[in-house]
Nanobody, 115 residues
Framework: QVQLVESGGGLVQPGGSLRLSCAAS????????MGWYRQAPGLERELVAV???????NYADSVKGRCTISRDNAKNTVDLQMNSLLPEDTGVYYC?????????WGQGTQVTVSS
């Protein structure tokens, strides 16, 4: 049973930074595409960033230049460094792991950007 556990969320002022971490257990996810999604109140869950098993990232246009996704296959972790945070970045951030057969989600971590 794969488990994804997110950490690093919290309250930050506009312009601040946060680093989210996702630790996976239960299986070797080195061949999975890993990603971060977010969901704001009243809105659908949306992609923030993904990184494939080769380490190639893709970002939503809304976070390009402000976020960096990285993974450590040896540790089974994926991180999201978020800089220059905006109020519209507020939401619950979810870690995701998927391949052509399976897809797993974490329980989410709250990020609130507010002064």
């Amino acid at each position: 049973q794969v488990q994804l556990v997110e950490s690093g969320g919290g309250l930050v002022q506009p312009g601040g930074s946060l680093r989210l971490s996702c630790a996976a257990s239960g299986s070797d996810l080195s061949m999975y595409t890993m990603g971060w999604y977010r969901q704001a109140p009243g809105l659908e869950r949306e992609l923030v960033a993904v990184i494939n098993h080769e380490g190639s990232p893709n970002y939503a246009d809304s976070v390009k230049g402000r976020c960096t996704i990285s993974r450590d296959n040896a540790k089974n972790t994926v991180d999201l460094q978020m800089n220059s945070l905006l109020p519209e970045d507020t939401g619950v951030y979810y870690c995701n792991a998927r391949n052509i057969i399976w897809e797993f989600w974490g329980q989410g971590t709250q990020v609130t950007v507010s002064s």
